[in-house]
Nanobody, 127 residues
Framework: QVQLVESGGGLVQAGGSLRLSCVVS????????MGWFRQVPGKEREFVAT??????????NYADSVKGRFTISSDNAKNTVYLQMNSLKPEDTAVYYC??????????????????RGQGTQVTVSS
């Protein structure tokens, strides 16, 4: 069974930074392409960033709203994916989720394309 556990959320002032972590537990040792999504009440889950395993280079992709401020990265030895968030804005406030899909598949910006997701971590940015 695959488990994803996020951490690192919290309350920060606008302009501040947070780093989210997502630990992937899978006894089979399979590799996954990963995505970060976020959701606010009453809205659909929104794509934030993805990182690919398939191409071997860890290609990344970002939503326009976070490009230049957020960075997704992975540490395969630790089975962990990170989301470094800088220059945070109040509109970044949301529950952030990491998600995984088999590594041989292309990454997707649609949350429903991912087979596994974590429980989420709250990020609140005050103005």
């Amino acid at each position: 069974q695959v488990q994803l556990v996020e951490s690192g959320g919290g309350l920060v002032q606008a302009g501040g930074s947070l780093r989210l972590s997502c630990v992937v537990s899978d006894r089979t040792g399979r590799r996954y392409s990963m995505g970060w999504f976020r959701q606010v009440p009453g809205k659909e889950r929104e794509f934030v960033a993805t990182i690919s395993w398939r191409d071997g280079n860890g290609s990344t992709n970002y939503a326009d709203s976070v490009k230049g401020r957020f960075t997704i990265s992975s540490d395969n030895a630790k089975n962990t994916v990170y989301l470094q968030m800088n220059s945070l804005k109040p509109e970044d406030t949301a529950v952030y989720y990491c998600a995984a899909r088999p590594g041989w598949l292309a990454v997707s910006t649609r949350a429903r394309d991912y087979d596994y997701r974590g429980q989420g971590t709250q990020v609140t940015v005050s103005s």
